[in-house]
């Protein structure tokens, strides 16, 4: 492949040119355009490569964009040429975070302290380290004695009011941001995180409000659309939602693909007679979800194609069986930061169109009422899989067979607050005659036996069945049981689409139900939907009786 230079500006010829390219750089970065910008400081950094300052802002927008080897390079030959740059601390401190190295970012922002002790923002990016590695109580008595030193910073009371809902919920903390945007009514963070909260507590409009002012503020900030995309989507004002939906990282990632393979990107033509390659995105998740419209739009065109994760391949295979299917993967070019959409097995240009399977409900369901009630499965797999899981089943002590899942794979602390420990399930599965079947991938023997040790309840873990990768045996099994319970996250998922009656215990409402308790397209999955004020423990308590009927009708 060769690279494409046309877009590269030509470097200053002398101060002049160098200063506009900089402050036009600058702007850029300030309205969080970081792939034009670095156009412009590119430019201008080869004509003076020993401004730090010009040289941090690159760095910046290299994070920004995900280019982190790059920057941790190049801001590592910054630091060496000058040590006591606190703008050089600052960065790095962030971008630690950003890669989950706490403690390292913690000891960025501590220098930022010590450089510039006067500066609220090292003390607010320090107790923002606190808060990502899970040190929440220490995070907020520390903004509890720094605040005082500098009671008038927005910046202060917009990480307090984050570390305060990360803690005891969105809800609690909206005095703090109200008090931040008090002092600041145009601190963009504040409000893109207030929206949310406001929603916890039924404030719909001032939500809306806030994300509006966020996005008025900001254009190219993308939360706050992608939140209003969400408030819509649950809603049911779906064309809305969809729209800015599409500011999701997807549509973004795939415009080199589309520079480089010259296909065009389908946006709703004409499917009659043409092909269609659709890749899956975002996490295996989202691309088991995004399989929701794969039937319908086998039905529009001539020939489909699906691009997925390796793991997902043998599945996709068996239940989708007028597709070619095969494993996505990526031609990176890490220097001018683009990675391209490939797929094993599958030659782009045999096909008409290409998209993104997020993009296909904007086509399809751009209305409400065209989205009909269906609980027929999605995801097939092998039918001698299913015979073997359901013998292997039989062999347990009872006949009731409830698969349980009780958190993400992603175990990072700001994420704790969206699952229940596994103690916490304790009320629905005590004093019951049922094989309760262990369906969490990753390591968490520990978690099971502790769980056993505490309540005396089972839960069944094939050790031979590998929970991560294999999703064809795994979903196999989930079509064996009678009900699955867990949070939002793939192994549900992959129940619910199987065909199996499954339970989403989520916190919050989930956008993809379309605000209903039953989604619509999805009649055997139902979502209980905790306030996200309200704590797991009591939660499960007061849904114990909905799982005690369902047990007791299964018995009859």
């Known amino acids: 492949m060769t690279d494409q230079n046309t877009n590269l500006i030509p470097p200053p010829k002398n101060k002049t040119q160098f200063v506009k390219l900089l402050k036009k750089g600058q702007s850029l970065y300030k309205n969080q355009d970081y792939t034009e910008a670095l156009r412009y400081l590119t430019s201008a950094w080869q004509y003076d490569d020993s401004d730090h300052n010009l040289l941090t802002i690159v760095a910046d927008c290299l994070f920004k964009k995900g280019n982190q080897t790059a920057a941790l390079n190049l801001m590592a030959h910054a630091l060496k040429r000058s040590p006591k740059d606190a703008n050089i601390c600052s960065v790095l401190g962030n971008a ?4 989950e190295f706490f403690d390292l970012a913690a000891k960025f922002h501590q220098k930022y302290i010590e450089l510039r002790p006067n500066e609220a923002i090292g003390y607010s990016n320090y107790a923002s380290a606190l808060r990502e590695d899970g040190k929440i109580d220490e995070a907020i008595a520390y903004l509890q004695d720094i605040i005082p030193i500098f009671p008038d910073n927005d910046l202060l009371w917009n990480t307090l009011a984050s570390t305060v ?11 703090f941001y109200e008090q931040c945007l008090q002092l600041n009514p145009q601190n963009v963070q504040a409000l893109n995180n207030i929206a949310p909260a406001y929603v916890s507590v039924g404030r719909i409009e001032d939500a809306e409000n806030a994300a509006n002012e966020a996005i008025r503020l900001s254009p190219n900030l993308k939360d706050p659309k992608l939140f209003l995309s969400g408030l819509k989507l649950k809603a049911k004002k779906l064309k809305e939602g969809w729209e800015y939906y599409q500011l999701r990282p ?7 693909t589309l520079q480089h393979n010259k296909v065009p990107y389908w946006h709703g033509e004409d499917l009659t007679g043409k092909k269609i390659l659709v890749y899956g995105e975002q996490g295996i998740g989202d691309e088991i979800l995004f399989t929701w419209l794969y039937d319908e739009l086998a039905n529009v065109a001539e020939e489909v194609a699906f691009s997925c994760e390796e793991r997902l391949v043998d599945l996709f295979q068996s239940s989708f069986p007028y597709a070619k299917v095969g494993a996505t993967y990526y031609v990176v070019n890490t220097e001018l930061d683009y990675r391209i959409f490939m797929t094993h097995g599958l030659n782009i240009s045999d096909y008409d169109y290409q998209c993104l399977a997020g993009d296909l409900p904007l086509h399809f369901w751009d209305d409400y009422d065209k989205i009909q009630p269906n609980s027929e499965p999605i995801l097939k797999p092998n039918k001698q899989e299913i015979k073997k899981w359901k013998k292997r089943l039989e062999t347990l002590p009872q006949k009731i067979s409830v698969g349980i899942s009780w958190r993400s794979g992603n175990r990072k602390a700001k994420r704790s607050r969206n699952y229940a420990g596994l103690q916490e399930w304790e009320p629905i599965m005590r004093d019951k005659k049922i094989n309760f079947i262990n369906i969490q991938y990753g390591d968490c023997a520990e978690e099971l036996a502790e769980f056993k040790a505490k309540t005396g309840i089972t839960i069944h873990n094939f050790k031979d069945l590998d929970l991560k990768d294999d999703f064809a045996g795994t979903t196999a099994m989930m079509k064996s049981l009678d009900l699955v319970i867990g949070p939002s996250s793939s192994p549900i998922h992959q129940a619910a689409f199987a065909g199996t009656k499954s339970w989403f215990f989520s916190n919050g409402h989930a956008w993809w ?7 619509i397209w999805r009649q055997n999955a139902r979502i209980f939907a905790k306030n996200e004020n309200e704590n797991w423990s009591d939660f499960m308590i007061e849904k114990a009786p909905e799982f005690e009927k369902w047990y007791q009708k299964k018995l009859k």
């Open 165 to 175: 809902a990360f803690r005891d919920g969105p809800g609690e903390a909206i005095v």
């Open 250 to 256: 997807g549509p973004k990632e795939i415009k080199a």
């Open 96 to 99: 630690a975070l950003k890669m």
């Open 513 to 519: 139900s379309f605000g209903e308790e039953i989604p």
